[in-house]
């Protein structure tokens, strides 16, 4: 076994062993079934899209998304074909149902910070960090409940970032090149010019 994933091993079984807990194990299933499929993350983008204040945000969000889904399950996923750790790690326990996909990186990991960290960049702190909060827990919980090895979450961590970074970027530059688009995204409607009443 590589250094990697004695690591990755090690942290799991140190959870099991000293986090997991018959209350708390509950409450990290619920959080963790909220990333999946990342149905809230697009429930959340399509509300986004459906307010001038937050549309920026949700085109934005929906252009992360799609990134990093073409990222991880199109192309990383299928390419590096990781076992879950379940299969490999004989002590650990799943408290969940098995997973149908590889395990490197981790979707839910990249979906919420595709998204939330959209948020938090582009909106006011008040909604930016209850988005990371979330974010970062659903990426705890895939630790948690034993789908996941900590090196594939802090993948899909950072492909969601880096996602999320180019998203702004390609919005900024189709805003910039398209009149109709930017208007799409503005924040505010445009003032109307009051016109000036000639005095005879």
């Given at each position: 076994m590589t250094p990697i994933f004695n690591f990755d091993a090690s942290i799991l079984l140190w959870l099991q062993n000293n986090v997991r807990h018959p209350i708390l194990d509950p409450v990290m299933i619920f959080i963790t079934h909220l990333g999946d499929k990342g149905l809230f993350w697009i429930v959340l983008t399509l509300m986004m899209l459906?307010?001038?204040?937050?549309?920026?945000?949700?085109?934005?969000?929906?252009?992360?998304?799609?990134?990093?889904?073409?990222?991880?399950?199109?192309?990383?996923?299928?390419?590096?074909?990781?076992?879950?750790?379940?299969?490999?790690?004989?002590?650990?326990?799943?408290?969940?149902?098995?997973?149908?996909?590889?395990?490197?990186?981790?979707?839910?990991?990249?979906?919420?910070?595709?998204?939330?960290?959209?948020?938090?960049?582009?909106?006011?702190?008040?909604?930016?960090?209850?988005a990371l909060i979330l974010a970062l827990l659903i990426c705890f919980t895939r630790l948690h409940v034993g789908v996941h090895y900590p090196t594939d979450v802090l993948a899909g961590i950072i492909v969601g970032i880096i996602a999320a970074e180019l998203a702004i970027a390609i919005v900024r530059a189709l805003a910039k090149r398209f009149p109709a688009f930017r208007r799409f995204i503005r924040s505010k409607k445009p003032k109307k010019k009051k016109k000036k009443v000639q005095r005879a």
């Open positions: 459906c307010f001038r204040k937050t549309r920026r945000a949700g085109v934005t969000s929906a252009i992360s998304m799609t990134i990093g889904l073409i990222v991880v399950n199109v192309i990383l996923k299928n390419w590096l074909a990781r076992i879950r750790p379940y299969e490999l790690i004989e002590e650990l326990e799943l408290i969940i149902e098995k997973q149908h996909d590889f395990s490197f990186p981790s979707g839910h990991a990249t979906n919420a910070l595709a998204c939330a960290w959209v948020i938090f960049r582009l909106l006011d702190r008040r909604a930016g960090v209850p």
